[in-house]
Structure formats: structure tokens, C-alpha cells
């Protein structure tokens, strides 16, 4: 199945609460739960880049990562950070999306469901590991996975992950996860679901 990476990316922002204005510049929709708007935010697609800036970036910033090779921000961030602030505090983020490409239908009874997009898993009658949405709209919903440290490695991740992606993509949506790069046990959970990387996320944020 092929996806229109770049069409998706929209579509997260928009479960963000973020949108693009005339101008190409992220600004804040209404919606529950909005994050964090970049100062610059650069999308690493498998065809190439999109640079955004928020509203309030001024025009000599632009100038300054317009300068920049696209790979520095993700394979040199704090010199990209640097050469972009100037002497002034920069925060660093980057993150990795991906998308569930298809229904998956749980058939394992020890999954219950907590409420809607909100689904556990118990082991002797203990939960051991949930997963739910952390955003959601009639669009998109992301997952949010915890399981507890004592029964990690043994799928319960993987279990809950795919009845939450059930629900959401069995109802016509987009099922979205995401983690941040240095998170090495998303990383793995995410190469075990069977998602297809859409897209990486550097975040520059101008600090105070």
C-alpha cells in the first residue's frame, strides 16, 4: 500500500491543532490538546524536505536556514541550531511518524476495553499495558502506548497497539504513532507493529 506522506503530514498537523496560513506559516486551529508550534519545524520525507516556520519567526531567520543544507538539521542539529539562533538558546526535538496500513483485528481475550480508542491488557487479572489515543479528531487519532516495566518484551505492547488501531482505522480514520528518535523502545515497538514511516520531525525552538 502506498501512502501520500506529505497529504498525511497535513493531516497530523491538523490533529495538532496546527494548519499552514496564506503564507505557508504554522498557526494554532482550534481543537483539543495542541502542541508546541515550532520556531522551525523541517519534515525529512523519502523524496525530499519541507521547511516551515511559525508566524512569529522573523525574516532573518528564514534567510538563515534557507542557507543550510536540509541534512544538517537532522544529521548536525546543534550546529544547524547554532548557525539558526545566533547565540540565542535553541530547543531540539526530533521525531519519527509512521502509519498503521491497514485493519488489524485483535483476537486476544486478555484485551479489555477501557472506553473508546482505550483498550488494556491483563496478565493474572493485572493490567500490565495499555494503549489509547493520545490526540484524536474525525480525521486521525495517534497512539499512545505504555506497558509496565516488569512485562516489556513479551508483546503486550504490540497486542493493545493493534486493537487501539483496530478501532481507529476500522472506523475509516488514520492510525498514526510516533515517538521521538531517542526512544529506543518506541523504536523497536514501532518495528514490530508493521507501520510504514511516513516522515522524520527536526524541531527548532527559540528558548524564552
Not at 59 to 75: G, H, T
Not at 135 to 152: G, H, I, K, P, Y
Request: contains cysteine.
Amino acid at each position: 500500500m502506498i501512502f501520500d506522506a506529505r497529504r498525511l503530514w497535513l493531516l497530523q498537523l491538523r490533529l495538532e491543532c496546527k494548519a499552514l496560513d496564506s503564507d505557508g506559516r504554522l498557526v494554532r486551529i482550534e481543537g483539543p490538546r495542541p502542541d508546541e508550534i515550532a520556531t522551525c519545524s523541517i519534515a525529512r520525507f523519502h523524496d525530499g524536505y519541507r521547511v516551515t516556520f511559525a508566524a512569529t519567526a522573523d525574516d532573518d531567520l528564514v534567510d538563515r536556514v534557507a542557507a543550510l543544507p536540509e541534512e544538517m538539521f537532522f544529521e548536525d542539529s546543534m550546529r544547524a541550531a547554532s548557525a539558526m539562533g545566533q547565540g540565542r538558546a535553541m530547543n531540539i526535538t526530533k521525531c519519527s511518524t509512521y502509519v498503521f496500513p491497514e485493519v488489524l483485528r485483535p483476537v486476544d481475550p486478555a484485551i479489555v476495553r477501557k472506553g473508546y480508542e482505550e483498550f488494556a491488557i491483563t496478565v493474572d487479572d493485572r493490567e500490565v499495558s495499555w494503549a489509547s489515543s493520545s490526540r484524536s479528531n474525525s480525521e486521525a487519532a495517534e497512539l499512545w502506548v505504555w506497558t509496565d516495566e516488569n512485562a516489556r518484551r513479551s508483546g503486550y505492547g504490540q497486542q493493545v497497539s493493534k486493537a487501539w488501531a483496530s478501532e481507529v482505522t476500522g472506523e475509516g480514520r488514520v492510525a498514526f504513532y510516533s515517538h521521538l528518535d531517542d526512544n529506543q523502545p518506541c523504536r523497536r515497538l514501532a518495528s514490530k507493529l508493521g507501520v510504514v514511516h511516513l516522515f522524520g520531525l527536526a524541531n527548532f525552538t527559540i528558548e524564552g
